[in-house]
Nanobody, 118 residues
Framework: QVQLVESGGGLVQPGGSLTLSCAAA????????MGWYRQVPGKQRERVARISRLGNTNYADSVQGRFIISRDNAKKTVFLQMNRLKPEDSATYYC????????????WGQGTQVNVSL
């Protein structure tokens, strides 16, 4: 099973920035479309950003223009740069390989917590 390790979360004030990282212990990382997801207690996990194996990106409307997803295939890592953070961005963030709109490839990692608050 593929191990996913997310990091980079923390406490940040509204309007601030954070960059999350996700390392995937998998061979041929470059072959996979990758996504960042987030979840708050009591709500479904939602995908906020996706990057294809070719580097094409798309974003949820709620983060469009504020978040940037990128990848480093040599390091088998996907990043999420989060700018102009809002309190509603507070969640646990996860990465995974995207199979379809609602299906991911691997088991979830432990996630990284982001808290946006004064």
């Amino acid at each position: 099973q593929v191990q996913l390790v997310e990091s980079g979360g923390g406490l940040v004030q509204p309007g601030g920035s954070l960059t999350l990282s996700c390392a995937a212990a998998v061979s041929s990382f470059s072959r996979y479309d990758m996504g960042w997801y987030r979840q708050v207690p009591g709500k479904q996990r939602e995908r906020v950003a996706r990057i294809s194996r070719l580097g094409n990106t798309n974003y949820a409307d709620s983060v469009q223009g504020r978040f940037i997803i990128s990848r480093d295939n040599a390091k088998k890592t996907v990043f999420l740069q989060m700018n102009r953070l809002k309190p509603e961005d507070s969640a646990t963030y996860y990465c995974n390989s995207v199979l379809s709109e609602s299906i991911v490839q691997w088991s979830w990692g432990q996630g990284t917590q982001v808290n946006v608050s004064l």
